[in-house]
C-alpha cells in the first residue's frame, strides 16, 4: 500500500550538484523520521543524511557542510541536495521513511528502490 519512489540521479562531474527528490504515497497516517541511504558496489548500505518530523538533521561526516536534506510533510516528500559532489559519492541512492498506515497500528521502515549517482570526469 505504501510506495517511496526517487528521482533526480544522473551522471555528473566532480564538483556538479544533483537534487533528489523522493515522494511517499499510499494509504499513509503518519511519516515521522525520513532520510536518504546510500550503496556503493562492495559496501554495506550508509545513512546519508536524516530528517525528524520537526525539522531536525543529522550527516555523515562525509557529506557534512556539502549535502542538505528537507522534507514537506503536506507533500509527504524528502529531498537532498548534493552539492560540490565527488567520485567517492557514487552509489545507489535509496529514500527511508518511517511510516504509519491506516491498516498497521505502528510505524514501519519502507524503502525506495533506489537511484544510481555517478560522479565522473
Known amino acids: 500500500q505504501v510506495q517511496l519512489v526517487e528521482s533526480g540521479g544522473g551522471l555528473v562531474q566532480p564538483g556538479e550538484s544533483l537534487r533528489l527528490s523522493c515522494a511517499a504515497s499510499?494509504?499513509?497516517?503518519?511519516?515521522?523520521?525520513m532520510g536518504w541511504y546510500r550503496q556503493a558496489p562492495g559496501k554495506q548500505r550508509e545513512l546519508v543524511a536524516g530528517?525528524?518530523?520537526?525539522?531536525?538533521?543529522n550527516y555523515a561526516d562525509s557529506v557534512k557542510g556539502r549535502f542538505i536534506i528537507s522534507r514537506d510533510n503536506a507533500k509527504k516528500t524528502v529531498s537532498l541536495q548534493m552539492n560540490s559532489l565527488k567520485p567517492e559519492d557514487t552509489a545507489v541512492y535509496y529514500c527511508d521513511a518511517n511510516i504509519k498506515t491506516v491498516a498497521v497500528g505502528s510505524h514501519r521502515n519502507y524503502w525506495g528502490q533506489g537511484t544510481q549517482v555517478t560522479v565522473s570526469s
Open positions: 530528517i525528524t518530523i520537526g525539522g531536525s538533521t
Open positions: 499510499g494509504s499513509i497516517f503518519s511519516i515521522a523520521g
